[in-house]
């Protein structure tokens, strides 16, 4: 793994925190040219807290969440929105989810038990993965969860079978694969043919699948579900997979008189990451998504169905940033000039895996303008490891506190121990007050699981 290469083009932006436009939280403000966000001062935080560490503008995720429900509410009647919780879960996330009214969608047996340890509802949990296993299954069944997304058919059985053990009837959608590909990066498409979710469009197996469902002992066919990718910008393809899903109740409907009540149309639109993107606001997604349904089921003679909608980026990915420390910089002139700090691909993957893109300032001194490129890396075992490639800073010094934007999306989730580092403490923060929602972790964290 390396760093690609240097972007000889780039140009300092000279912009200065408050300038970066929609990247920031919501609360984020400058005084005395020091970041702040939900009125606490981002460089005092990170110097009592220590870092790498995580926080989040509380208000911020607060409000999305209502701008969700609020845009389909008034558009269709007993929509759902479930927070995609893969993009960052913990308790204290779990139970603002809970208070806001949220569905949750869970992958994964570790994300429905931190759900329920945190109280939210069991019926308004949807449970996904492509690869459940057996355990999994059982315990979402006996949990009570809403809904189970069926990813094949031999997930189809297994789930009829374990309900049937448990006498219980399961409710279940099943994935399609709608054929329509997202303008999005290739790792993060999932509704184009070549994809390992859901059931294929091709030579009917989608239809077959969806009759075999309605046929199913101890399960019972409550909606379908699609989800085309992450990150889009783009929101056309949405309507057009609705299309797809439309026509194909109508073809359940017409071949066994089976309405299908629910369409489950998968995540949100994407966020900003830097200053120059142009995102599509909440409002205008539920509005393509509930014009598109409105039309396709006029269009085919179908009743509207229930609708739900599964974001998780566009709630949590900027609300959520992450302070470090400047640790050292090293020039190569000519080349680069690296600013490294205290964490990196541990805290952060995204950018090492996809070469994400993120906006970046000196918390400390966040009413200057960012004179300079530069890229910043972390302090791991790896060429690739960076957090920000030759993007615009403010000049750093060593002890400087920075503050990367833009990362509450998939960044704690996708975290790890490499090099022994330990985990960051996660910091929500609202109305001048911070409270840690998830410790940071310990050497001894490191070794709980070791048997002597």
Do not use: W
């Amino acid at each position: 793994m390396a760093l690609p290469a240097p972007n000889k083009d780039a140009v300092a932006d000279n912009r200065t925190t408050m300038e970066l436009g929609k990247v920031l939280p919501k609360t984020a403000n400058v005084i005395d040219g020091h970041l702040f966000v939900g009125g606490v001062d981002m460089v005092e935080l990170a110097r009592t807290q220590g870092t790498a560490m995580y926080v989040y503008d509380e208000e911020d995720l607060r409000d999305r969440m209502r701008q969700y429900r609020t845009a389909f509410d008034k558009r269709c009647e007993n929509a759902g929105v479930a927070y995609a919780s893969k993009a960052f879960l913990n308790k204290a996330m779990a139970r603002i989810a809970k208070e806001e009214g949220m569905h949750l969608d869970v992958s994964g047996g570790g994300e429905l038990a931190i759900a329920l340890a945190a109280g939210f509802p069991a019926d308004r949990i949807v449970v996904h993965g492509n690869s459940k296993t057996e355990l999994e299954l059982t315990e979402a069944i006996q949990a009570g969860a809403g809904r189970i997304v069926v990813d094949s058919i031999t997930e189809l059985e297994r789930i009829s079978r374990i309900a049937g053990e448990l006498g219980k009837v399961q409710d279940v959608f099943l994935r399609i694969t709608p054929g329509v590909e997202a303008d999005t990066h290739d790792y993060i498409k999932t509704g184009c043919e070549d994809s390992k979710f859901g059931f294929t469009m091709r030579d009917d197996f989608a239809f077959e699948s969806v009759l075999a469902a309605i046929s199913a002992e101890n399960v019972r066919l409550a909606g379908l579900h699609m989800h085309i990718g992450s990150q889009i910008l783009k929101l056309e393809p949405f309507a057009e997979a609705i299309d797809v899903m439309i026509e194909l109740f109508a073809r359940v409907k017409e071949a066994c008189g089976y309405e299908i009540d629910e369409l489950d149309v998968g995540g949100g639109p994407g966020v900003a990451y830097q200053a120059e993107d142009v995102p599509a606001v909440i409002d205008e997604f539920a509005r393509i998504v509930t014009d598109a349904l409105n039309a396709s089921c006029e269009k085919y003679g179908v009743a509207v169905p229930r609708v739900l909608c599964e974001p998780g980026r566009s709630i949590v990915a900027t609300p959520g940033i992450t302070l470090y420390t400047v640790g050292t910089i090293k020039n190569l002139p000519g080349i680069r000039k690296f600013v490294a700090v205290d964490g990196g691909m541990s805290d952060n993957i995204r950018t090492a895996l996809y070469h994400a893109s993120y906006e970046a300032t000196v918390a400390n001194k966040a009413d200057q303008p960012r004179t300079q490129i530069v890229t910043i890396v972390g302090k791991h075992c790896e060429s690739g490891d960076a957090v920000v490639l030759d993007g615009s800073l403010q000049e750093a010094q060593p002890g400087d506190v920075v503050c990367v934007f833009g990362t509450g999306a998939y960044c704690h989730s996708m975290s790890s121990n490499y090099n022994g580092n330990v985990r960051p403490a996660v910091v929500f923060v609202k109305d001048g007050q911070a409270r840690v929602v998830s410790r940071r972790q310990t050497y001894a964290d490191l070794m709980a699981c070791d048997v002597d």
